[in-house]
C-alpha cells in the first residue's frame, strides 16, 4: 500500500472525538489500487464502538491494545480483506437489562453490575416497573433456555450518544478501506428488542433468527472476528453462527477468531474460557494475529 498506517490511524487518539473526515478519506483512497482475489474474505467486528472500549461506559480492560492489533492486522491484510461488516450494539434506557426498568421494595433501582434471578423477582426483592408479568416470564426464560441469569449493565450504547458510535479510529479504517475495494460496510444493528442481545444471529430469548446475516455469512471463504466484548458479544455471536452451520465443518474451519483483539468484561474470564474451548471442538480456529496470514 502506498498510504502508511499513520496516515490513516492515530493510535493515540483512541476513544477520542475525532471526526471522520470522509471526504478526505475518499482523496486518500484515489492512489491505492487493490488486485481483485476470486476468494471473498469478511471481517466482521464485533460492537467496536465507543461505550465498549476504555473509557466508555462499559469499557472492556485492554481494549486499545486489542484494537491496535486488529488494526494492523486488517492494515497488512487489506488487499486480501474484500469485505467489512459491524455490529452496533444500540439501546434505550428503559430495557430490561438496565436499572431503569427495576425497584426495589423501597424504590431504588438496582446497581450496574446486579444479578436478578427468578426468586428475586418473584420474592419482590426486585419489581419491575412495568409488565410485570412479560418480566417474569423473560428472567424465567432466560435461567431455563439460556441457562442464565439477568445481569443489569451500566446505561451504555444508547441510541442518539456518542457511546453508540464507532471508535473514530476503527471508522476511519474501515471507511477508507470501503473507498478502496469499492464495497460497502455492512452495518448489523442489534440490542433495540425487550430481550437482550448479545449475538448478532438473535436474541437471548426469542427463537427468530437473522436468516438473511446467515445467508450472507455464508457466501464467505473466510471470516476473520475481532471485537468486544470476548466474554459476551465475541463469543455468542460466534456461537449462534456455528449453531446454525454445525453441519457445515468445512465452512465452519474457515472462520478465524483473533484472540488478541479481544478481552473479557472482569468477572467473566472463567465461563468465557470454558465456552471458548467448546467452540474450538467445532472446527473454528482461533488465532493470534500475528500467526494468521492470508
Sequence with gaps: MKTTFEEIIDINRF????????????KLAEIEQV??????????????QNDFLEGGALGVPDSFKDLERTLRFLYEHFNKISHIAVSLDTHFIQQIFHAAW???????????????????????????VKHKEDSLAYVKALEENGQKQLCIW????????TGVMLESQFAKFIHFHSFVHGNPIKKVVKGKGFSEMYGIVQP????????????????????????????????????QIVDHYREDNEFLKQIYVLTDGMSCIPGFEE????????????????????DLKL
Design 204 to 239: 437471548e430469548v426469542g427463537r427468530e433468527k437473522d436468516e438473511s446475516l446467515l445467508s450472507y455469512l455464508r457466501e464467505f471463504d473466510k471470516i476473520i472476528v475481532a471485537g468486544q466484548a470476548e466474554s459476551h458479544c465475541v463469543y455468542e455471536s460466534v456461537k
Design 271 to 290: 465461563v468465557s474460557e470454558q465456552g471458548w474451548s467448546e467452540l474450538r471442538k467445532t472446527g473454528i480456529q482461533l488465532v493470534d494475529s500475528t
Design 102 to 128: 427495576w425497584i426495589d421494595e423501597d424504590g431504588n433501582h438496582p446497581e450496574p453490575m446486579t444479578i436478578i434471578s427468578v426468586e428475586d423477582v418473584e420474592s419482590g426483592k426486585w419489581q419491575p
Design 15 to 26: 476513544g477520542e472525538n475525532d471526526p471522520v473526515d470522509l471526504n478526505e478519506l475518499a
Design 154 to 161: 451500566p446505561y451504555h450504547c444508547i441510541e442518539g450518544t
Design 35 to 48: 488486485s481483485k482475489s476470486d476468494e471473498k474474505i469478511l471481517f466482521l467486528g464485533v460492537d467496536l
